[in-house]
């Protein structure tokens, strides 16, 4: 596990100092082709008519916007609040569920009615840098293949109050930062809130999934092994509101990780697959080996943890005060002979790539790089409750639980 | 977006990660190596402090010598020395990544250097009728033994408050012949089990007040 922790912090160190040596490419189109934007909708009487307006804003051709708006049954007045603002925007399109069929259903149902040549999911709880579309637009023409299925933009955190949130800003641009570097390996198998797709390339294909958790994942990763590119936008960005509180984002993550866990089983023929390059024979094995050495190391953690936590309490029970006696501070000759010299070198070198990369990722976002408490947990603490939280979502999985958006 | 995967660049960090292992395992082995030389310097230290004792104690008895204060200070500094050793050398050996017989061979030396102290204490407690210090043989069982463990720390616990109190540890699943005939002697059958002051044998897990009340 410690040479795999080096050896892939070490492989992307190197990925992306050869990123680095290239010059960013950018296609200005003179004419650019209508898009469909497709508004999901539930419960967001709130929030609807800010996201509308954001995209009318856009930096992009108004006549080239199509703007379909789907109202997957909300018990508040979101349909109300639409209607009352397309009565002045009639190029916006409302569409209603009879029944709640959830947020693939309203996707589905957006793209049945769309004729744009390309699909923007645009997140109600979301939204877009003024630039972001014409920059997704472009990114298609950039890659010059109509084999490219979907372009992912960069997510950003839009409420950073508290320290849950703070905690995730960091997640959030490491994520994009990942992306990047995946892109550039083409190993790139996830989409997200404001992704572009082919709209012929996704009807082709069958449109979103139903009922699964992470429809974005499961798309993405159908797009892979229909041989279908999914690549990165670097310029540009969106950004979306997290959960706020530790409970919220524990069932968010539980329900990715969840997600995560039902796809790869899905798509499992691509691991070790040679006929999807270095994503079938590097990526998801690494994802489904990095999965199951995390569950062994939280058993044997936990083990280890519980046999040390008996033990230190069993210490101080027993010495009472003279507990403290028994801690000396060791010399200098008997720290440097007792020191597990072993996993200091590896130790070291994943803590410098891995300062490398949060560096590199605030400079990828543009944002300032900084140490703080937030970040600190982050690093340290959080890693423990996302073990914990992955080992309760394949539990859930694995007990076929009922699904939770 | 540019591709700029290569190979190339696979096998560069395969091979980057595999020497950083390399250099880790050879720095640990330089320092196991200065581990051994110093593990074993202090065993000689020690057998050196043995032998100097023995000498002293002939000598005070060729030349009918009474000094039995001198003796029992002596033989005080020699228990907390071998303690001393005992901790380091577990706490080397969990760092080892020499072949474990070059550990056993350290072991083996220090365990029968207890055994030389013990054997030394108890013919000075003889010839002096001291009874002014105690000294307990600790009878442990290292493969997950929490009651083990509580023991060691009980008698941490007591020699911290009685400083005239030596207590040499015994690994029962270690295999040594003279360690072997000590089991014998007490007839030891399980871990842990402590010897006090030649005398008491007490199986399972006992209080450092109970000790106390047991050596008083």
Known sequence: MAFLSVFVSLFWVIVNSALSQHEKKRVVLKNYPLVTVAIPAWNEERSIIFTLNCILKLDYPSDKLEIIVVDDKSKDNTALVTKNFISKHRKIKLLRHAVNKGKAGAMNTALKYSHGEFFWVYDADSYASRGLLKSLVERFYAEGSEKVGAVVAITLIKNQGTWVEKMQRLEYVMTAFMRKLTGSTDTLHTTNALSLFRTEIIKEVGGFDEGNLTEDFEIAMRLRFKGYGVVMCENGNF?????DKIGKM?????????????NILKYKKMAFNKNFGLLGLFQIPLEIFVLLSLFISIALFGYHVIGA????LSMIYI???????????????????????????PSI???CSALYLYIEAHRYVGEKWKFYIPSLLYLFVYPLFRSIQWVHAASLEF?????KW | MVKVFRKDMLITAFLIAFFIFLLGFYVGKLFDSTRLING???ILDTQLDTDSFVTEKEFFSVFAVQDCPLLDKRMQRLGENLGEIGRTITKYDTRSLSDKDVYNQLKRKYFLLELKAYTLRKEIADSCASKDSNVILFFYNTENNQESLNQGYALDSLVSDFNNTIVLSVDTEFKEPALNSLKAYYNITRAPTIVLNYEKKVEGYISDEDIVSLII
């Open chain 1, 309 to 312: 936590l008996i033990n230190f």
């Open chain 1, 239 to 243: 950004y979306t509101r997290v959960p």
């Open chain 1, 399 to 403: 007990l076929r639980a009922k699904k």
């Open chain 1, 349 to 351: 070198v994943v803590l």
């Open chain 2, 40 to 42: 074993d310097s202090m």
């Open chain 1, 250 to 262: 524990w069932n968010q993550r539980v329900r990715w990780f969840r997600g995560f866990i039902y």
């Open chain 1, 319 to 345: 010495m009472g005060y003279n507990f403290f006696d028994y801690f000396t501070l060791p010399t200098f000759n008997q720290f440097l002979l007792e020191f597990n010299w072993r996993l200091l070198f």
